[in-house]
């Protein structure tokens, strides 16, 4: 199906989102929409998609004008979107899921269902058991449910919105290998990342949005230099890797052992000293979560110490750690991190220490307005965290940290977010680095692992590599350990 859209106008509140979008698609194209971080490009699908209405423009489907009401609206027209986060229900069957939207509930044609979801997802390679419960599944697995109950629905456009976020490289490689089947079989996909080396992989052309403009519409051979300065309007380094300088210790493990239903790490001994950052690599689901919650007291050990500075904390619940200079940040930022509805004001003004009975609202908006300039927040201190953009609500979590901090543990710091707001945040953290903070981090981004890791913990099926020096690792060498490949014969100790 051909895909044309024509002046395509979105505003919220004071932020126009898209500005003036026109673009076409034909049929079997794969086409990247790249951008930063709130360059409009969610919200350019969100319109294609039915989610939300455009102030002014048009969509035509092969040739067709067409209005688009709802999402069930969109597919009626053959368009389904699959969001970051996958809309599916949890607690429910594969093939429960595999057949809501579909016109009859879920009781008819469920035999006749099953033969279709085997079909389809033989035609691509997913082993999906239909009988699994979707919370069973992975990332990956939960989008392949998705992409084939899309299909089944009679999807003929499909919209990835950072589909890569959260799954595995061998994930991603069966993700992009059905996504070019499609494009074979004449599907059009939209695929909106804001990583260069994804979209200059898989995509037969990109789109580049900036600030809501689109800016330009680039054909292979792709320069990446190109595509940095028309996301950002300048060039972007990484800049050299910033070797810490190890001060007093600031958290030291014990034979540390932790388990839930499903998965035991045990015996785990770690010195971490002040200015140190020390990166945990793993497969999603690898025990690093686990680990991590339990040295900041969110899950009880099963065994060993935990120590910060000279305190025992061992057993002790978050609220004890915080007192004592430990801070943690989820990976689900609205989720666990912030509180939706709740505006950045009322965010630092709960952040702060009580000093009176009454909330000195002045105080409170005079201190949003300077943590948003120190922190570079695109935002205002009425503004709902909710309509923050990924990279924004990440700032907002930062600068709701007191000072100082002895230990900071983050859940995939910059998930979801483009390249300058990655080394933007990087440079914040390594700033508490150098004044003296230590940084624990779970990453899926291999790069960032290496890039900005001091050394690496590696995690597979609850067991523990010791500590590795970063410089001394290679990307390949660290996807063999996330692998299970190439393991030291002792693990866990430092």
């Known amino acids: ?60 489907l092969d040739g067709r004008p067409v209005v688009i009401h709802s999402p069930s609206d969109a597919i009626r027209h053959g368009i389904g979107m699959l969001h970051q986060d996958p809309l599916d229900f949890p607690p429910m069957r594969v093939i429960d899921n595999f057949i809501l939207g579909r016109k009859g509930g879920l009781l008819p044609g469920r035999a006749a269902a099953k033969r279709d979801f085997r079909a389809l997802a033989d035609q691509f390679g997913f082993s999906l058991d239909p009988d699994a419960y979707v919370d069973t599944l992975t990332v990956g697995e939960r989008q392949q449910l998705e992409i084939l109950r ?7 456009v499909l919209i990835f919105d950072e589909p890569t976020t959260g799954i595995s490289a061998a994930q991603k490689e069966k993700l992009f290998a059905a996504l070019r089947l499609l494009a074979e079989q004449g599907r059009t996909v939209l695929f909106v990342s804001h990583k260069l080396e994804d979209v200059e992989g898989l995509c037969h052309k990109i789109a580049v949005l900036r600030q809501g403009y689109l800016v330009g519409d680039v054909r292979p051979p792709y320069k990446t230099a190109q595509l940095v300065e028309m996301m950002f309007g300048k060039s972007v380094a990484m800049g050299e890797r910033q070797p810490a300088k190890p ?48 040295i900041c007291g969110l899950v009880r050990p099963t065994g060993g110490r935990v120590w910060v500075g000279d305190q025992d904390l061992t057993g002790r619940s978050y609220l004890a750690h ?29 952040a702060e220490e009580r000093r009176s009975f009454f909330v000195d609202w002045n105080a409170g908006r005079s201190l949003a307005r300077q943590r948003i ?55 914040k953290l390594k700033e508490r680095c150098a004044q003296g903070m230590a940084v624990l981090f779970i990453s899926s981004d291999l790069e960032e692992i290496l890039q900005y890791s001091d050394r690496v913990l590696v995690f597979f099926s609850g067991r ?26 002792k693990g866990g100790q430092g």
């Open 247 to 294: 001060g007093p210790v600031a958290l030291r493990l014990e034979s540390l052992s932790v388990e839930d239903d499903r998965l035991k790490v045990r015996d785990v001994s770690l010195t971490v000293h002040k200015g140190e950052v020390i990166g945990l690599a793993g497969m999603e689901g690898s025990g690093q979560g686990l680990f991590m919650r339990a």
């Open 1 to 60: 199906m051909d895909v044309a859209l024509y002046d395509i106008h979105k505003t919220f509140g004071r932020v126009h989102a898209n500005v003036g979008i026109t673009l076409s698609v034909p049929a079997g194209t794969i086409q990247g929409i790249l951008g930063e971080n709130g360059a409009g490009k969610s919200t350019l699908m969100k319109v294609l998609s039915g989610f939300i209405r455009a102030d002014r423009g048009e969509i035509r």
């Open 464 to 489: 523990v590599t010791p500590p590795l020096e970063a410089a001394d690792l290679t990307t390949d060498r660290l996807g063999e350990l996330i692998g299970g490949k190439g393991w030291p014969e």
């Open 150 to 156: 899309l299909l089944w629905l009679g999807a003929r």
């Open 322 to 350: 915080k007192r004592h200079g430990v801070a943690f940040l989820p990976a689900s930022r609205l989720e666990e991190g912030l509180v939706p509805g709740l505006n950045l004001t009322e965010h630092f003004v709960l």
């Open 373 to 427: 300039l120190d922190f570079n927040i695109r935002g205002a201190p009425e503004t709902p965290v909710e309509s923050l953009s990924g990279g924004n609500q990440q700032r907002a979590l930062l600068a709701l940290l007191r000072v100082p901090l002895d230990l900071l543990l983050l859940e995939h710091p910059t998930r979801g977010l483009d390249i300058e707001s990655t080394i933007y945040i990087w440079s």
